[in-house]
């Protein structure tokens, strides 16, 4: 987390906070044909669960809620957490910093206002193309009175609707925008609860599945209940979604009994922080998956840093990592047998990763790199789970690096507790802590607090 960084500057560039969700990160990276909360939160479903994100072959046969061993209080509340998560996610495609951005696109965009103005349908396409390729939408449909002149882009949810304007505030067409595809949002939500989730239109029967989600049984016509799977027993639950352009949809999340069963709390409330904790800690392991290692590997076959390893070139490393910092890497640091040769990025970076690196078959260093910064896991936890985060170096000394409560003197917040109840500023949390690690290396302890009641 501290080191020596030589290029402050190149740490936060205004798209690397909160990447993820899941924040301003391109889209396009979440819809090609896997995302990246899996390339944000994708490599969650990769680190270590019993399920990962990807639709099962075959749902079938209902089961009894009584055999799986779960009670249903138990099951309700880790199921009812897990969906105001979700609803979380599904909102970032209904009004947020990703929907602004594509909104501001497409109304900015001169040479879509001038396409349209023309009925140029050739050159209103071209122009659509260019914006979805800058990955912060991922579907646009403008119609000019009675002629649709674009309509790009693939199943997808969320409709944004608005109005294109001439230069002179005149309205001249309207559109139809998403920035959450089907399989967007499929894999982001099966990630970040490592759940099978699925959409259905509202019909609810098997001829009614959208896009690659699993089959469920025609049978299961209720909007929650319990059903088996190649004898594994799960529960599930849903919640209403829009489809894009227009109807509606149900998303249906279905969980593993025996997931559930580690989640269960003395309590209703215990349930819901244990299901947070389950939340927040794979938020933080995607961090250290398959996002980081595509880094890890781009970073090892670029040619110039490794010439400038090689040569043992402080500055031709820089330049090197100036160039790689523009794709999700936050820090990445460099040593030669053992002695540092360049660390470039932010002064609060979590979750390493190192490898060595090779040019000719021989080991010419060494690399440590990182894909999310402070801020950035702090934004994720707030943003998808309305939760707030503390974080602090030295355990035994604590030090606040990151504080998402406010204004507030550090000293005071080191007596927060590692677990338990807490109350600041008039409001009941509960808290639980989330190990994690400096880098580039060292422990980083993360305070996390459950605002009561939950959801807020």
Not at 236 to 242: A, D, G, H, I, R
Request: contains cysteine; proline residues 7%.
């Amino acid at each position: 987390m501290v080191g020596s960084v030589q290029n402050p500057h190149a740490a936060r560039r205004p798209d690397m906070a909160g990447r993820r969700l899941l924040a301003s990160r391109p889209l396009r990276a979440r819809a090609a044909g896997a995302l990246a909360l899996l390339g944000a939160l994708a490599s969650i479903a990769g680190c270590g669960g019993a399920l990962d994100a990807r639709p099962a072959a075959h749902v079938t046969a209902a089961a009894p809620a009584a055999a799986d061993g779960v009670s249903n209080a138990c099951a309700s509340a880790a199921l009812s957490t897990l969906v105001s998560v979700l609803e979380r996610v599904y909102h970032e495609g209904v009004l947020s910093e990703r929907t602004a951005s594509a909104q501001h696109l497409i109304a900015n965009s001169l040479p879509l206002r001038a396409a349209v103005e023309a009925g140029n349908r050739p050159a209103a396409r071209a122009a659509a193309r260019t914006l979805l390729k800058t990955g912060h939408l991922t579907n646009v449909t403008i119609v000019r009175g009675n002629r649709t002149l674009v309509d790009m882009g693939g199943p997808a949810l969320a409709p944004l609707h608005g109005t294109l304007e001439a230069a002179d505030g005149t309205p001249i067409a309207s559109y139809t925008a998403s920035v959450w595809a089907d399989s967007g949002f499929l894999m982001e939500a099966g990630g970040i609860t490592q759940g099978i989730v699925a959409l259905r239109s509202a019909g609810g029967a098997d001829n009614g599945r959208i896009a690659g989600s699993p089959p469920l049984p025609a049978g299961v016509d209720s909007s929650e209940g319990a059903l088996t799977h190649a004898g594994v027993a799960y529960r599930y639950t849903s919640f209403p979604v829009l489809a894009y352009p227009s109807g509606s949809l149900r998303a249906y999340l279905l969980m593993p009994s025996r997931t559930l069963a580690k989640l269960c709390g003395a309590s209703t409330e215990d349930t819901a922080v244990n299901t947070l904790r389950h939340v927040a800690e794979l938020i933080y392991a995607s961090e250290l998956g398959r996002s980081a290692h595509i880094q890890v590997r781009r970073v090892q076959r670029n040619r110039p840093l490794l010439e400038a390893v090689a040569h043992r070139d402080s500055e031709a490393t820089r330049l090197a990592i100036d160039a790689l910092l523009n794709q999700h890497i936050v820090r990445l640091r460099v040593n030669v047998e053992g002695r540092l040769l360049r660390d470039v990025g932010g002064p609060y970076v979590l979750a390493p990763v190192s490898a060595p690196l090779r040019l000719g078959g021989h080991t010419i260093g060494r690399l440590t790199l990182s894909i999310q910064d402070d801020e950035g896991y702090l934004r994720l936890a707030r943003r998808l789970a309305g939760l707030d985060v503390l974080m602090y170096m030295n355990p035994a000394h604590p030090q606040l690096v990151k504080d998402s409560l406010g204004p507030m003197p550090g000293p005071a917040l080191a007596s927060v507790p590692a677990s338990g109840s807490y109350r600041y500023a008039g409001r009941d949390y509960r808290v639980f802590t989330v190990n994690a690690q400096a880098f580039p290396s060292g422990p980083l302890v993360i305070r996390v607090l459950v605002p009561l009641p939950y959801p807020s």
